[in-house]
């Protein structure tokens, strides 16, 4: 697995990958995680539980994350919601939720959120907890250009992956050209979310640049340009690592 990613780290480089956020999803995750992260210098490590793992948790979990946190000046995800899946409490998840949100405040770090489905509801608690003071994405962004001015106000950032890439996804592409451009970000989520014509059949960071050059033709500009304003909002919401 070691010279898999090795391999995998060395494609990202060559076509100009120089950061990469990787989210811890569950507590098994973190510490393997943390030496990805030490055998990676280009690997942003960040902690969290997802929406999917909310049944894995130890009664301990929060004081688990807030001291791995507080080990690291990593950011917090990836946190959220997911109305899709089946048999997800969903009062679990919102306390999940907003108990990684408001260590995420406490600690002054950003969070990556993952949102399906529960656009309303997102915004909703967003509000209540009084927005991202220290910023946050949701990734993989599959909202409605409406819902981009709903958390564009609340301060949230939107980054796009390989979805934009499917011909069909016209949501997605009106939502990547609405977004404010001090709001866009790019991602791959390997190893899922397959660019189009990409090699497979998993996904990894390399695969960054289709949707680069998607949403340069998304938002009438050059893949460059795309490029040097998500590389300058990245680094202002989750740092350089350096």
Known sequence: MADTMDAMMDRARKIGVTRILSCGTRE??????????????????????????????????????????????????????????????R???????????????????????????????????????????HGGAIHSFSGSVEMVREFERLGVFFSFSGSITRPNNLKAKKAAAAASPDRLLIETDSPDILPENAPGPLNEPAHVIQVVTTLATVRKTTPEKVADITWNNAVGLFGSGD
């Open 28 to 89: 098994e995750d973190w510490g393997a995680l943390t030496a990805l992260a030490g055998r990676h210098p280009e690997i942003l490590p960040a902690y969290g539980v997802h929406p999917w793992f909310i049944e894995t948790l130890s009664p301990d979990w929060v004081n688990a994350l807030g001291q791995r946190l507080t080990e690291s000046q990593a950011a917090v995800g990836e946190i959220g919601l997911d109305f899709v899946v089946e048999g997800l409490d």
């Open 91 to 133: 009062g679990k998840q919102e306390a999940v939720f907003l108990a990684q949100l408001r260590l995420a405040r406490s600690l002054k770090r950003p969070v990556s959120i993952h949102c399906r489905k529960a656009w309303g509801r997102m915004v909703e608690l967003l509000k209540q907890e009084g927005g991202l003071p």
